[in-house]
C-alpha cells in the first residue's frame, strides 16, 4: 500500500516559504458546503473512492491508556487524507467515512472526541475559504503574514488554545519561521553578505529536526557535487564509491552507483534514438512508412511507460 503523503516539511527560499504559509491558509475546495453537525453515522463501510485506492491514511488517530483522545498533528494529517476527496463526493460522505473509520480505530469516548474535532475541522476550513482579505498591497511577505494573522484568528474561533498548540503547534512553528526568512530575504536594507548573515542566525535557532529535514536534500546535492569533481579530475567510479560510502553507508553508495548505472544506461539509449530518429525521418518513403518505422523504433528501445517522456528529447 502507498501513503497519500499531504504535509509539506520545510521548503527552503522565497517560493517554498510562500507555499509553506499557503498550507496553513487554505480551505476547502468549493464544492463543500458548509457543515453544521456530524453527519449520522452508519454501520454499513462506506464506499472507497477512486483516488484513494491503493493508499493507506497519512497521520492516526490514537488515545491514552485511559481511552481519551490523543490531541497531535497526525490527527490532522488523518482528517486531510479523507478531505483531499472534495469535490469527488459530498462533504457527508467523507463524514460518514472518516466517523466509520474513527469508530474502528478508537474505543467510543475517544471516537466521540475526535469526530467533535474533525467536524470542527470541516467547519473551520470551509469558513477560512469563504474569509476575504483586504486587497493585497505591499511586500508578498506582509500580505502573507496578514493573511496569517487572519487565519488563527478564524481558527481560534473553532479551537480553543490547548488544541490548537496540541494540533497546530508544528504547522505555526513552521510557518513562522518561513516567514522570518522571507522578510529576510525580501529586506531591501539588507546587502548580500548582511542577508547571508542574518538567515544563518536564524536558522541556528531551528530546532535540530526541522534543520534535519532542511540539509537532508542538500546532503544529496553536495554527494553529487563531489561525484562529478572526482570525475572531472580523473577519478574513477570505485573513488567516486568509496566517498560515498564514506560520507553515508555502503549500502547507500550501491544504491547511489546503481542510480549512476541507470542514468547511463538511459542516456545511450536516448542518444541512439536521437541518431536512429534522425535517419528515419529523412528516409524516403510514404508518411505511413516513416510512422511504423518510428513506432518500431520507440518499442525496441523503450518501454510504453517511458516513451511518454521521449517528447522531452524530439525537440
Do not use: C
Not at 70 to 93: K, N
Amino acid at each position: 500500500m502507498r501513503t497519500r503523503q499531504l504535509p509539506l516539511r520545510w521548503v527552503a527560499g522565497v517560493v517554498g516559504a510562500t507555499a509553506l504559509v499557503l498550507i496553513g491558509l487554505r480551505g476547502l475546495p468549493a464544492a463543500a458546503p458548509r457543515v453544521a453537525e456530524p453527519a449520522p453515522v452508519s454501520d454499513a463501510k462506506p464506499a472507497a473512492v477512486s483516488s484513494l485506492a491503493g493508499t493507506t491514511p497519512d497521520g492516526a488517530a490514537t488515545a491514552t491508556a485511559g481511552n481519551a483522545l490523543v490531541l497531535d498533528p497526525a490527527l490532522i494529517r488523518f482528517f486531510d487524507y479523507y478531505l483531499t476527496t472534495v469535490g469527488e463526493r459530498p462533504i457527508s460522505a467523507i463524514q460518514a467515512q472518516v466517523q466509520h473509520d474513527l469508530d474502528g480505530r478508537l474505543a467510543p469516548l475517544a471516537a466521540r472526541q475526535a469526530k467533535d474535532l474533525f467536524a470542527r475541522y470541516v467547519q473551520f476550513k470551509t469558513a477560512l475559504r469563504a474569509q476575504h482579505a483586504a486587497k493585497p498591497t505591499g511586500r508578498s511577505v506582509d500580505i502573507l503574514r496578514e493573511g496569517l494573522r487572519m487565519m488563527l484568528a478564524l481558527r481560534a474561533t473553532y479551537f480553543n488554545d490547548v488544541e490548537s498548540r496540541a494540533l497546530f503547534g508544528p504547522q505555526d512553528a513552521e510557518a513562522s519561521a518561513a516567514l522570518a526568512r522571507m522578510a529576510i530575504e525580501q529586506d531591501p536594507t539588507l546587502d548580500a553578505q548582511q542577508r547571508r548573515e542574518r538567515l544563518a542566525a536564524l536558522d541556528a535557532r531551528l530546532p535540530a529536526s526541522v534543520r534535519a529535514d532542511r540539509e537532508a536534500p542538500l546532503a544529496v546535492v553536495h554527494l553529487e557535487e563531489a561525484a562529478q569533481q572526482i570525475r572531472a579530475q580523473g577519478g574513477s567510479e570505485d573513488d567516486v564509491y568509496r566517498m560515498r560510502a564514506a560520507a553515508t553507508s555502503p549500502e547507500a553508495a550501491n544504491r547511489l552507483a546503481d542510480v549512476d548505472r541507470d542514468e547511463a544506461e538511459w542516456k545511450a539509449r536516448i542518444a541512439t534514438y536521437q541518431a536512429q530518429r534522425g535517419a528515419v525521418l529523412s528516409a524516403p518513403g510514404s508518411d505511413a512508412d516513416r510512422q511504423a518505422a518510428m513506432d518500431d523504433l520507440r518499442n525496441r528501445l523503450f518501454t510504453p511507460e517511458e516513451q511518454r517522456r521521449l517528447a522531452a528529447y524530439e525537440g
